[in-house]
């Protein structure tokens, strides 16, 4: 089983096609990056799989349950970082999380070692009182990245989850994304920062106008792409978005 499947996914807002039959499947404990131009269909991809939007036909599967006919199982599965942060102003940063928790049918209690643990190591830890209308855009990223982290997900969706953080906590973040993966929690990120896709991700996907065209590990990629060993995901990106 993956833990992770997506077959045949068609969604259109409108007469605006996002999604035309994207299929994709990641394994327990990948760290997938999906990476495509801006409009390809990775936020249409992730919401779908959080339960957000409905497909117009295909499926998609968490741990095998169906994200519209099982979607409160399949949703008990994830952590999620949605790409535009919708957050309470009024809520403080400890408030926000207990809330997030309490959204899942978890207590404080269950949730606080790991809480504390992530506010420090993002160094919010000084900021835990504050209400989130006081935050720096940074650092609301690393609250929602927190949010998504604590219900103790198997399956991470994070879209964009970097955008605005400085270089300590990103780094801090691929480290706390690799510990995960290595306890066999499933991650799928997506992303237009080719240098972090390239060095986190063990396998990586390339969207264009809604279907996937390239996918595989990134030595795997370079090799379809034929690039030289040495190249860069990006120049590999460029060159096979530009063929299209
Ligand atoms: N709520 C919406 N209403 C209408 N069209 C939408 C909506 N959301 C997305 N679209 C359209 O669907 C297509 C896919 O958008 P999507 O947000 O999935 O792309 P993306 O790959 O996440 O892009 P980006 O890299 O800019 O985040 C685009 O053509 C976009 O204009
Ligand atoms: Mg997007």
Redesign the pocket.
């Known amino acids: 089983m993956h833990a992770i499947e997506v077959l045949n996914l068609y969604k259109s807002?409108?007469d605006?096609k996002?999604l035309s039959g994207l299929s994709l499947n990641v394994r327990l404990g990948e760290i997938y990056g999906l990476i495509?131009?801006?409009?390809?269909?990775?936020?249409?991809?992730l919401k779908i799989l959080a339960g957000l939007l409905r497909p117009d036909k295909g499926f998609a599967r968490i741990y095998g349950y169906d994200v519209v006919r099982q979607r409160v199982k399949a949703l008990s599965m994830i952590g999620y970082v949605p790409?535009n942060p919708v957050v309470f102003q009024n809520l403080s940063v400890e408030e926000f999380l207990y809330f997030i928790a309490a959204l899942r049918g978890l207590s404080k209690g269950y949730i606080n070692d790991r809480l504390d643990y992530y506010l420090e190591v993002f160094g919010l830890a000084s900021k835990r009182d504050k209400l989130m209308s006081e935050l720096s855009r940074g650092m609301v990223q690393k609250v929602l990245v927190t949010a998504a982290l604590i219900v103790d997900p198997k399956v991470l969706l994070m879209?964009?989850p970097m955008a605005g953080m400085d270089p300590e906590s990103q780094h801090v973040f691929k480290e706390e994304v690799r510990k995960l993966a290595a306890r066999g929690v499933t991650v799928l990120i997506?992303s237009?920062l080719l240098d972090m896709v390239e060095k986190l991700c063990t396998r990586v996907g390339i969207?264009h106008q809604?279907r996937l065209v390239v996918e595989g590990t990134i030595t795997e990629i370079k090799r379809m792409a034929a690039e030289e060993p040495g190249s860069t995901l990006e120049e590999v990106f460029l060159k096979i978005i530009k063929s299209r």
């Open positions: 807002y409108g605006v996002a495509g131009p801006n409009g390809a269909g990775k936020t249409t991809t790409e879209d964009e997506s237009h969207i809604g």
